[in-house]
């Protein structure tokens, strides 16, 4: 049907005189069915008497036709192709950019710790302390970085708050809870350190009693070794 209409608007732009030649491709229906493609050339002719004529050349372009098509199909596979590629190198450079940042992190942990156990195996004073503290808080760009020493008392292990390093602006942990927790309340966590493993966990997934008095805290993710 559309070929149809474009078949009849420039037969009347040659009949309304808007134009002497006109060409256009359209489809033409075949007699034993299908169609194929035409490319379509109209000439308005004027007689003595003022009279109008329109003449006309159909070509068969169907070869023509499919051999862009085909053309169009490549270009677009290539296109296709060349876009998941760019997205897989993208991808490859956010890789290799995250690894990078990774082992950046990783040395400047390293490098913190090294300056640490500098600081602390010439003196354990409370100046030493504090400003491994504050190296830690530094290079882990963390609110607050805790210091807890173990003391058992009447059969009962216990982790004392010994010295706190806080960013600026947040709050110091004593203001917001006490300074002593019992490990029996806190059967998870000591079966963790007890072990040696690491804790590094949102605050979200730990089991409750921890994750309720972290939240007491503020504390969205923790980190302890």
Known sequence: PEDRENFKTQYRRLLDRDSEIDTSVLRILKQEGGFFWAEVFGRRLQDESGGAAIT???IDVSEEIARQQEIEAVNQQLEERVNQRSQELNEEIDRRKQ??????????????ISKCSSLLLESTSNEALRKSLSILQEVTQSDRVY???????????YMNLLMEE???GVKSISSITGNQ?????YPWWFEQLSNQKIINEKVNELPLPV???????????????
């Open 56 to 58: 006309g050349t159909v």
């Open 99 to 112: 690894a990078e940042n990774d082992l950046q992190q990783q040395l400047s942990y390293e490098q913190a």
């Open 147 to 157: 210091l807890y020493q173990n003391e058992e008392r009447e059969d009962e292990l």
């Open 166 to 168: 806080t960013a600026d």
């Open 181 to 185: 927790y019992c490990y029996s309340s």
């Open 211 to 225: 994750r309720e008095t972290l939240h007491k805290q503020g504390v969205q993710s923790v980190l302890v070794i």
